[in-house]
T-cell receptor, first 111, second 113 residues
Framework: NAGVTQTPKFRVLKTGQSMTLLCAQDMNHEYMYWYRQDPGMGLRLIHYSVGEGTTAKGEVPDGYNVSRLKKQNFLLGLESAAPSQTSVYFC??????????FGPGTRLTVT | QQQVKQSPQSLIVQKGGISIINCAYENTAFDYFPWYQQFPGKGPALLIAIRPDVSEKKEGRFTISFNKSAKQFSLHIMDSQPGDSATYFCAAHVGTGGFKTIFGAGTRLFVKA
């Protein structure tokens, strides 16, 4: 099992550009999450999904959109990137237990 | 209140010493309190977790102490080793009706050899 994988690992964007981050899990988990991690602020929830075809807003959803068309994939989109979105993005998934399994992260820089 | 407050921000401990990280919460609906460990360049991974119906849980050198009345919980790392150097996050899972885990800001632990 690969667990949770994220694509890409690194990306540099110019302000105003768009991009999509892909998260894939092979554990048949229902729940999936997108977090951003910034120094001194821990992990903040952007959006989450409780099942295929469903999404919901987390703590910091502005400027991001998500889709969960397939159970194993959770996509995070930035329509018009801003420097404030420079961060490390983590995807996570879990089953009915509360343990979350995290991916390796995507380091995004917006210039 | 959904916050989980974690302290200290950073911690330096001698090899063999005890590392202690503290967390506090407000929301009594939290029903699961995990600690995650993160090494540089990696995603967080579950280290140990506790439910509010027990006051202590021990797994090897790692112990969670839980004080429900004070709404506080802490991680103790006994016989700290250089390999324990990492960032530690406490967290709390929202109970009934919620699907979210709220994370503390993290503690960077450095264990000196």
């Amino acid at each position: 099992n690969a667990g949770v994988t994220q694509t890409p690992k690194f990306r540099v964007l110019k302000t105003g550009q768009s991009m999509t981050l892909l998260c894939a899990q092979d554990m048949n988990h229902e729940y999936m999450y997108w977090y951003r991690q910034d120094p001194g602020m821990g992990l903040r929830l952007i959006h989450y999904s409780v099942g295929e075809g469903t999404t919901a807003k987390g703590e910091v959803p502005d400027g991001y959109n998500v889709s969960r068309l397939k159970k194993q994939n959770f996509l995070l989109g930035l329509e018009s990137a801003a420097p404030s979105q420079t961060s490390v993005y983590f995807c996570a998934s879990r089953d009915r237990s509360y343990e979350q399994y995290f991916g390796p992260g995507t380091r995004l820089t917006v210039t | 209140q959904q916050q989980v407050k974690q302290s200290p921000q950073s911690l330096i401990v001698q090899k063999g010493g005890i590392s202690i990280i503290n967390c506090a919460y407000e929301n009594t609906a939290f029903d699961y309190f995990p600690w995650y460990q993160q090494f540089p360049g990696k995603g967080p991974a579950l280290l140990i977790a506790i439910r509010p119906d027990v006051s202590e849980k021990k797994e090897g050198r790692f112990t969670i102490s839980f004080n429900k009345s004070a709404k506080q919980f802490s991680l103790h790392i006994m016989d700290s080793q250089p390999g324990d150097s990492a960032t530690y996050f406490c967290a709390a899972h929202v109970g009934t009706g919620g699907f979210k885990t709220i994370f503390g800001a993290g503690t960077r632990l450095f264990v000196k050899a």
